[in-house]
DNA sequence: AGCTGGTCCTGATGGC
DNA sequence: TGCCATCAGGACCAGC
């Protein structure tokens, strides 16, 4: 399930290898995503990409005239080769490059390919991207702004992180370990945590996505780096997908319980 | 069969 | 009462 770490390690790995390099065709295999991928051959051919940024979850090629906005919903991997295998069910897109190609493939269909023109103005202003939260990294991203933010939200704090609209990146499976790791109960209300244990909580998101890129992500089903390759964070998770096992603090069970439809992990004891 | 999950959308709720 | 921000739930999928 690509988090911010994930779609982190996807763009560093795919920045060097398309950086100034011109795209010779785009093949739409199977436009059927979230939305329809739009025709992008006349947009690309010949094109050369600028950079490869990231906002939140959303992967961005920059090209000369806009971006490709690219999102990888629950099951979609982007893969660079030199020699791309014949193309499968569940490859929506091919970007061919004289020195390879890279295919996005999405079985769930959960994810998106869109173009934003440079003429309908910034990136920034997309609508996908116009309403996401600040960027963990950001420095404005504090205990000061955490506690602003929250004053008048009755929400449970796991919920907000994963909003989206405080907070990008943040799923399911770093919300579970960040807020253990800040000793917060995922249930508790955004607007009844204290400053101070909001400044532990920023510290926490942020070591938990940087270990998390360190280890190429987490691939607890189908994720996979533009090289192919599996992550390994989830070997080091703390509470997530850990129920009746052990606190890795206290030795209690790990407990689970159901917030929007998503289980959450937490421990009883460490987590008030 | 039923569960899984990111995010957009819709409709409901609540505070001022 | 009305507006706006916030919030909850549904929908979308294929694979296991």
Redesign the pocket.
């Known amino acids: 399930?690509?988090?911010l770490p994930e779609v982190e390690v996807v763009r560093r790995g795919l920045a060097p290898q398309l950086t100034g390099r011109r795209l010779t065709r785009a093949v739409v295999r199977a436009p059927?995503l979230?939305w329809p991928i739009p025709a992008l051959d006349r947009l690309l051919a010949g094109r050369e990409v600028r950079d490869v940024g990231r906002r939140?979850?959303?992967l961005l090629m920059g090209f000369d005239d806009g971006w490709l906005i690219v999102?990888l919903?629950?099951?979609g991997t982007l893969l660079f080769t030199a020699t791309p295998a014949p193309a499968q069910?569940?490859d929506h897109l091919d970007l061919e490059f004289e020195h390879g190609t890279l295919r996005m493939r999405d079985?769930?269909?959960?994810g998106a390919v869109l173009w934003h023109d440079r003429r309908d103005g910034p990136i920034e202003g997309h609508?996908?991207l116009a309403?996401l939260g600040i960027e963990p990294f950001d420095e404005r991203f504090d205990a000061d702004f955490l506690y602003r933010a929250t004053r008048?939200?009755?929400?449970?704090i796991k919920?907000?992180l994963?909003?989206?609209?405080v907070v990008v990146g943040v799923?399911?499976?770093y919300a579970s370990e960040s807020l253990h790791r800040a000793g917060i109960r995922p249930t508790r209300a955004?607007n009844r945590i204290a400053i101070d244990r909001y400044r532990r909580l920023v510290t926490e998101i942020r070591a938990t996505l940087v270990e998390a890129i360190d280890r190429g992500g987490s691939s607890l089903r189908d994720f996979v780096s533009s090289h192919g390759e599996a992550g390994g964070f989830q070997l080091e998770c703390l509470v997530y997908d850990r129920a009746g096992e052990p606190c890795r603090g206290c030795a209690s069970p790990v407990r689970v319980l159901?917030q929007?439809?998503?289980?959450t992990y937490y421990c009883a004891v460490c987590q008030r």
């Open positions: 399930m690509p988090e059927r979230r939140g979850k959303y999102h919903g629950m099951s069910r569940h079985p769930r269909r959960f609508v996908l309403g008048h939200r009755r929400t449970a919920t907000l994963l909003g989206g609209t799923g399911n499976i955004a159901r929007q439809q998503r289980s």
